[in-house]
């Protein structure tokens, strides 16, 4: 049995001007400008150019069309004409069921998204300034034209393209040759064994880059220490003491238990040095030479603020010299006046809604730029009178702890604005570009009572390992030692994990002959 029930409830809803700045605010200024470009694309009324003209069209629009001055509309004009006929066409695809409601303007989903593409660019893009790739060829690419340098016939020919077709990004073969030989036998109809496929993929071991087509890192350093010998680079003594080492004692190397393998090798210890330095400059990923030139995360950063220091005046600038000015276009503005005049049938108040739509997402466009811009200076403003002494030193000791909260407080804003300020934005200073986030840091106590950024303590972290003796590397216990004794409270484990944090090694991996 259906039951009718009737109920009253209060929600609330973000305006669309405020769903346009939310979106605006996390977007960076590199993709701000194609933000913009794309809005300009899908609303005819909106046209890139600012001067007086701007401010007077906007002012007209929100008298509720008062105005006397306006000029008569013409409808046997050429403007007007192309006008009507794209309005009629836009509407048709753009209409929606009943009259337009404010929901109209809502997105279906209005979760703001915090995650941003990588790929900041489009097709229209001017992209002039960027460094010019040559045109790169891939790793396998590679391989297939130095199998054809060789002399083979057509079904060693064939059997080797089919394990290079196996060897990965990185360079590496890791499908065992069993697999490959059933794969060979199902696919091409071709009867092999491993002993067959051990013989060719000696012959692509010997292509370039050095150590392609190795089964594992092991096999992969030493075809390189094997290259190297042949070809007579580097003193062959030492090259035979790191042939050794790795064929003998690689878990040992990994380990870096350096004092076993040299107990057990016949070589003095600047060899052993000089070999472990060796093993040390060879690449363990040969293939991936390849993968950095058709990187897409190989762009530039383009700065959202300027920040420059005059005689210790520090001046703060938004980097916007990449992103237009926006007006409304007066041939538009002038229709919704002139017809607004005249007794409209039936297709021409449909033309004047759809008008008055394009015009109001126009105005609140323009409106959620302003601002963001005036939001993004307030924020970052905020950021450097707290971080003062640190933007006019650059010295990282003068971070103050500071969190989200202190310049939601410091602003009036509330704490996901400049958490949506802080994502993904980039400030230029006189000592280099940081992303904000780098100015956010928790705090710790001293002995004395004094507050201190996170950040200092990771700083002096890493100047005591830089200046460790390799030979015996600090251990997080030692490192908690040493802060203690500089009046720093800090456990064992805040250590290691502030050192995870900066991707430095346990002491044993940090150990050097």
């Given amino acids: 049995m259906l039951n009718l029930t009737q109920s ?51 002012d007209s629009y929100a008298e509720d069309n008062s105005s006397d001055s306006q000029e008569e509309y013409s409808e046997d004009t050429d403007i007007a004409k192309d006008t009507e006929d794209y309005i009629q066409e836009s ?21 703001p998204n915090y995650r941003l593409s990588a790929n900041n660019y489009s097709d229209d893009d001017d992209r002039k300034n960027e460094i010019p790739y040559t045109q790169a060829v891939s790793l396998h690419e590679t391989l297939l034209s130095q199998l054809g340098l060789g002399v083979m016939n057509e079904r060693e020919q064939l059997l080797a393209e089919y394990i290079i077709g196996n060897i990965d990004d990185d360079g590496y073969l890791r499908r065992d040759l069993e697999s490959i030989v059933d794969d060979i036998a199902f696919s091409a109809n071709i009867e092999t064994d491993e002993k067959e496929l051990k013989k060719l993929l000696s012959i692509i071991q010997d292509f370039d880059p050095s150590g392609v087509g190795a089964r594992d890192i092991k096999e992969c350093l030493m075809i390189q220490i094997v290259r190297k010998y042949k070809s007579g680079q580097g003193d062959k003594n030492v090259l035979k003491t790191a042939y050794k080492i790795l064929h003998d004692y690689f878990p040992e190397f990994t380990k870096k238990h350096y004092e076993k393998i040299t107990g057990k090798i016949d070589a003095s210890e600047k060899v052993m040095r000089q070999a472990i330095e060796e093993i040390t400059h060879l690449n363990p990923k040969p293939g991936s030479i390849y993968g950095n030139l058709l990187a897409k995360n190989s762009q530039h950063i383009i700065p959202d603020f300027i920040l420059e220091e005059n005689e210790g005046e520090l001046i703060l600038h938004l980097n916007s010299k990449n992103v237009p000015e926006l007006r409304l276009n007066k041939t538009y503005s002038d229709m919704i006046d002139n017809m607004s005049k005249k007794t409209a049938n039936a297709k021409e108040k449909e033309t004047l809604l759809f008008v008055k739509q394009k015009l109001d997402s126009a105005k609140w466009f323009i409106e959620a730029i302003r601002q963001r811009q005036n939001t993004l200076m307030e924020t970052m403003q905020a950021i450097i009178e707290f971080q003062k002494d640190y933007f ?67 700083k002096i972290l890493k100047e005591c390992i830089e200046k460790e003796s390799k030979q015996r590397p600090l251990t997080d216990e030692k490192l908690a030692q040493i802060l203690q004794q500089r009046g720093y409270q800090i456990a064992r484990r805040t250590v290691a994990k502030y050192r995870e944090q900066m991707n430095i090694l346990v002491a044993r991996l940090r150990k050097k002959l």
Avoid: C, W
């Fill in 8 to 58: 009253l409830k209060q929600i609330q809803k973000l305006s669309p001007q405020q769903i346009q700045l939310i979106k605006l605010l996390e977007i960076p200024t590199i993709q701000l400008e194609q933000r913009i470009k794309r809005e300009i694309e899908e609303n005819p009324v909106l046209e890139e150019g600012g001067d007086e003209e701007h401010n007077t069209q906007e």
């Fill in 91 to 111: 509407y048709q695809e753009d209409k929606l069921s009943g009259e337009y409601a404010p929901d109209d303007y809502y997105d279906d989903d209005e979760t």
């Fill in 392 to 458: 006019q030193e650059g010295d990282e000791t003068k971070l103050k702890p500071m969190i989200l909260k202190d310049i939601a407080e410091k602003t009036g804003f509330d704490i996901s604005t400049i958490s949506r300020v802080a994502n993904s934005k980039y400030i230029q200073t006189h000592f280099g570009i940081f992303p904000l986030k780098f100015f956010f840091s928790e705090g710790m106590h001293t002995d004395t009572g004094e507050e201190v950024s996170t950040r200092e303590i990771k």
